[in-house]
């Protein structure tokens, strides 16, 4: 068989009694195999006699009344002859008639075809259905180049030889058709034959050798030597799909008679051949033994568990040796995957290997090239920079992508398969092109596997669009990124597999609804991954993260928020290498449970946000050896107890916010040695004390957040800070007068909430000419009346105050108005927190205060 075939025939369709008859007919009758047809073919002046016993495949009726097709190769001149058997006078005028009519006949039938049908897919068997129709297989390797396309009927499918230039037509039988529906019109029945060329050329062919041998006998051994040669010349993808048409010394079909009695007198009345009661007992033998041995067998295994396992059949799979290449590709995955579940075809490791060994035409071509002498593979083109070029490294990736595939699509397919399973596309390939506004490298967003160019190749930089690549034909690969970011239907778990992608540096899952499961424990084995996000997903979908996660050396970012699933969690215990890359964790997804002290260890950790969860118990001590963290977020969860001390020790921080939670006990004093802090958040606490002096020290704090607490005493510290822009303290037990240098040393826009304390006196009299003094809200305060300056009317876009305190206002607190009263400002819309570590980027603009507000 041609290694150039793409596919052998489909798995064996559910055959009708009738065809299992005449199946069972042509086995009991010994049928030629290839090699009898070859050595046939080799001497072609044996007689009927000399050849081996094969008959045509007798028509017979089953219990339904329908009739079984020989698929028997005739030729055009036997095409009117299985109606009617003709003296060799009258056979030899018959056969001038049919010329003419068959080459009719073809032309009807291209022109039937081309109105009519569908095509199969190249390179596979069609099937016999119950309804017959033609269909144009316009890519078809028998098409001559500028002829019309070859006609083809369900059936059989023949693939041309090396020596074959002409347009051929394919035969089939529909053992389900009544038999007033089979016609000599071809309406069931098509007479099946491999044209050398143009039917004009046989006719000029065939009036040449009537004129060299005279007459009819001329014609039929010409006929018999036309007829071997197009059987030597063709291939077919079924051994029972071209039979040889056996023909006496004198020319004649061996399927039939010469003379017009006897057993013509059979064919016009119907009669069933001699050896049809042989077939008959036969079958029932079959029958009887298909019946008889199953229920042998089920009582051994009546109380055993169901066999899932299932061989892999030639018809189903790509040519080649298919148990081979099934073997082959298990001691390749073996090492990833249990065998048990790559023998079990019901589940996604089954599946896989299985469209491994079957299907993907890329695979298949790696494991039938093994090495016989080191038993390797054949190499990629290129490969991976870190997975290397090895051919076993493709099949491991490609399976571990058909896993994942198969995985998360046990309940119904995804919207888009993104090109995955693709047999004749590079797994870089599996992807479709988006086009959105909120991707981190513009609007362009390939969704699926793609793959990064390894820029060591490069001569010059280039964009990130140019930077992807299809495959490794020409540029070995940098790295692959598993981009998901969409709503795609994915269902189900993500496999244990998924943890042996190798090449793999980010992965990217977004709004995917019926996600289920944990993160597999294996991802600790990506080595190369950099980055990985999990937003938006479903209920189901969470659990405790892998330890293992955190002792990945590349591993970078990790990004989990908005999920609805409730029991994610952080693993109690991780070892934590020194060599650990982590810079950035995001986890703001009702993850419960404590802080565990392990995550100081995370010496590269520059930003962990932790907002927004159910976090319980208190801040480990051990928080204040993340020596390189910059951006540290506890908001929103159940924490308790004290600050601990340990906080004054982080040199790097910027962005300390511990609010909405239910600290209790004293600003430590430490914290004033926090020389690089900008913004610092204890609001909504149950914290009790004075703003320590050492504060006073935060030279480059903007933001200070102290609001909803039971703090006491002056504010005379903040004067020192010369950078304060927005303070928020209010709801609290402050007392005493504002300082008059407060904001002196700031040309950005001021926001002060100072709300609900117990201010006295003045209000400073640097507020009288500020400009930028855009928000003061100073309600349910105890200042001295018309205090309000009219400058501070006119500079500010927000300004509430009581009512005896500001002429000016237009809206004041007379104590009635709890609207008005009790209006403040949302820190977290105010400062941005929404947008994490980039808060600064989404400060709120001081036109936009009002709608920041919370009543």
């Known amino acids: 068989m041609s290694s150039n075939d793409d596919k052998q025939p489909d798995a064996t369709p559910e055959v009708a009694p009738a065809e299992a008859a005449a199946e069972a007919a042509a086995v009991c009758n010994n049928n030629p195999t290839r090699e009898g047809r070859a050595k046939q073919t080799n001497g072609q002046s044996e007689t009927v006699e000399d050849a081996p016993a094969v008959k045509d495949a007798p028509k017979s009726e089953d219990v339904h009344g329908k009739e079984a097709g020989s698929g028997q190769l005739k030729t055009p001149e036997d095409e009117h002859g299985n109606s009617k058997v003709a003296s060799e006078e009258s056979a030899h005028q018959n056969k001038e008639e049919a010329t003419d009519v068959n080459a009719h006949e073809h032309e009807n039938m291209k022109q039937h075809n081309n109105e009519e049908a569908t095509s199969p897919q190249e390179g596979t068997a069609a099937e016999i259905p119950n309804e017959i129709t033609f269909a144009a297989h316009e890519d078809s390797a028998i098409a001559d180049d500028g002829d019309e396309r070859s006609i083809v009927a369900p059936g059989f499918m023949f693939i041309a030889g090396p020596d074959y230039t002409g347009t051929g037509i394919f035969t089939g ?44 006998r001329g014609v039929r051994r010409s006929t018999r030597e036309r007829v071997q040669r197009l059987i030597d010349n063709a291939i077919t993808l079924d051994d029972s799909a071209v039979t040889p048409i056996l023909m006496d010394e004198e020319g004649n079909n061996g399927s039939r008679r010469s003379d017009s009695s006897g057993d013509d007198e059979v064919v016009k009345s119907g009669n069933p051949p001699w050896f049809l009661p042989l077939v008959v007992l036969v079958l029932a033998a079959c029958v009887i033994l298909a019946i008889a041995l199953p229920l042998s067998l089920r009582g051994e295994s009546e109380n055993e568990a169901p066999d899932t396992t299932a061989s892999l059949s030639d018809a189903d799979c790509l040519l080649g040796e298919v148990d081979v290449r099934f073997e082959l590709a298990k001691s390749i995955l073996s090492s990833i995957t249990s065998p048990d579940l790559l023998e079990d075809e019901s589940t996604p490791q089954g599946k896989a290997i299985r469209w491994i060994v079957c299907d993907d035409s890329i695979s298949v071509q790696l494991l039938e090239n093994q090495d016989p002498v080191s038993g390797n593979l054949p190499k990629q083109k290129h490969g991976f920079r870190l997975g290397g070029d090895a051919g076993e490294a493709q099949v491991i990736r490609r399976y571990i992508l058909a896993v994942f595939s198969y995985s998360t699509s046990q309940v119904s397919p995804w919207n888009d398969s993104l090109n995955f399973l693709s047999a004749d596309l590079h797994e870089c390939n599996w992807h479709r092109n988006y086009t959105r506004g909120n991707f981190p490298f513009g609007d362009f967003d390939p969704v699926g596997v793609f793959c990064i160019i390894d820029k060591g190749e490069l001569s010059s930089p280039i964009s990130f669009t140019e930077q992807i690549l299809l495959n490794d034909e020409i540029y070995p690969l940098r790295y692959l990124e598993l981009n998901l970011r969409i709503d795609n239907n994915l269902n189900g778990p993500l496999p244990l597999e998924i943890g042996h992608l190798m090449d793999c540096k980010a992965i990217g899952l977004e709004n995917n609804l019926r996600l289920t499961g944990p993160l597999p424990q294996t991802m600790g084995n990506m080595t190369s991954l950099f980055s990985m996000a999990l937003i938006l997903n479903g209920p189901d979908f969470g659990g405790e993260l892998p330890s293992s996660l955190f002792q990945l050396k590349n591993l970078a970012y990790i990004t989990i928020l908005g999920n609805l699933g409730k029991n994610w969690s952080l693993p109690t215990n991780a070892q934590v290498g020194d060599d650990t890359q982590l810079e950035q964790i995001v986890l703001k997804n009702n993850f419960s449970g404590e802080i565990p002290p392990w995550l100081a260890k995370l ?26 963290v910059k951006y540290l977020n506890l908001l929103g969860n159940n924490l308790t107890g004290a600050l601990p001390s340990s906080l004054g020790k982080l040199p790097a921080i910027e962005v300390l916010i511990l609010g909405n939670n239910a600290l209790q006990g004293e600003l430590p004093a430490s914290i004033g040695n926090l020389r690089t802090l900008q913004l610092l958040d204890v609001g909504s606490n149950e914290m009790v004390s004075t703003i320590p002096s050492s504060f006073a020290n935060l030279e480059s704090l903007k933001y200070l957040v102290l609001e909803s607490n039971r703090f006491n005493g002056t504010v005379d510290v903040l004067e020192s800070m010369k950078n304060l822009t927005v303070l928020l303290i209010r709801s609290n037990s402050f007392s005493g007068a504002l300082p008059d240098g407060l904001f002196s040393g700031t040309s950005d826009n001021v926001v002060v909430d100072i709300g609900d304390n117990k201010f006295t006196d003045e209000l400073p009299t640097s507020f009288a000419n500020m400009s930028n003094l855009v928000s003061l809200f100073g309600a349910k305060n105890s200042f001295a009346d018309n205090v309000t300056q009219s400058s501070v009317c006119d500079n500010s876009t927000l300004l509430v105050m009581d009512c005896d305190a500001c002429e000016c206002c237009e809206v004041c607190c007379d104590g009635e108005d709890d609207g008005v009263c009790d209006f403040q400002l949302d820190v977290r819309i105010v400062l941005g927190y929404d947008c994490g570590s980039w808060f600064q980027h989404c400060l709120q603009g001081a036109d936009d205060f009002a709608e920041a507000g919370v009543y």
Not at 174 to 186: F, Q
Not at 603 to 623: R, V, Y
Request: glycine letters at 10%; zero cysteines; aromatic letters at 6%.
């Open 173 to 216: 039988y529909d053992s389900n058709a009544e038999e007033d529906n089979i016609d000599d019109e071809g309406g069931i029945i098509f007479e099946g034959f491999l044209p050398e060329d143009d039917p004009s050329r046989r006719r000029r062919q065939r009036n040449s050798s009537r004129a060299e041998s005279g007459g009819a």
């Open 603 to 628: 010496k590269q950790l520059q930003t962990l946000d932790l907002s927004m969860n159910n976090f319980q118990g208190a801040i480990p001590e051990a928080i204040g050896d993340l020596s390189s």
